[in-house]
């Protein structure tokens, strides 16, 4: 019976430590509590996957495209953060070959502050009974943030005689390439035929 009155001890003193805190080691795991959310992200509303291929870029081909047009030019609105940019440009001295012009894609990465810069500057009023101007139209470009989301960037500012500020361009001249796509543009033989004469 002794025996007995001690196993019945001991497993009382076992069951009295295992209810408490002290003396076991581990200590309570805290209860999970509302998880931190992270900071939302500012959504800019009408961006797009960048594209050099929308059907209203490819306008200067004169022939019908299957793909869906891009956006149109916009104002850089608050809260987006690009990092990257997409341009395209014609490469137009090379003429047309076997019915196709050279339609070049780059993708540049770096600082973006000299180019959002250089479209942030004012354009002059323009007096167009005084002054005209003939110039090259410049690059489409898209602006794009790390989403790989992007917007086409606005026009360039432009001088008082129309004279575009290049400011934002060469910024973007100056930014290393990483990727740079060559895609041959069918036209239209009319648009061959203003290429040959």
Not at 35 to 63: D, H, I, M, R, Y
Not at 119 to 131: I, K, V
Request: charged share 20%; net charge negative; aromatic share 6%.
């Amino acid at each position: 019976m002794d025996s007995f009155k001690v196993l019945v001890g001991v497993a009382a003193i076992a069951l009295l430590s295992g209810c408490s805190d002290t003396g076991s080691g581990t200590e309570p795991s805290p209860s999970p509590g509302p998880s931190a959310s992270p900071e939302p992200q500012e959504t800019v509303p009408g961006l797009t996957e960048p594209t050099c291929l929308a059907a209203n870029l490819l306008s200067f081909s004169q022939l019908p495209q299957s793909t869906p047009n891009a956006p149109d030019p916009m104002p850089i609105p608050a809260g987006f953060e690009p990092t990257r940019v997409v341009t395209c440009d014609g490469d137009w001295d090379a003429g047309v070959v076997n019915h196709t012009v050279t339609w070049v894609e780059e993708h540049r990465t770096g600082n973006l502050e000299a180019v959002l810069a250089g479209y942030a500057l004012p354009s002059e009023p323009r007096d167009q009974q005084t002054c005209t101007v003939d110039q090259r139209a410049p690059p489409i470009v898209w602006l794009v943030d790390d989403s790989n989301m992007g917007m086409r960037a606005p026009e360039l500012p432009t001088g008082e005689c129309g004279a575009y500020k290049w400011d934002a361009i060469t910024a973007i001249h100056d930014l290393p390439v990483t990727e740079r796509i060559v895609h041959q543009i069918p036209v239209a033989p009319e648009v061959e035929a203003r290429w040959e004469q």
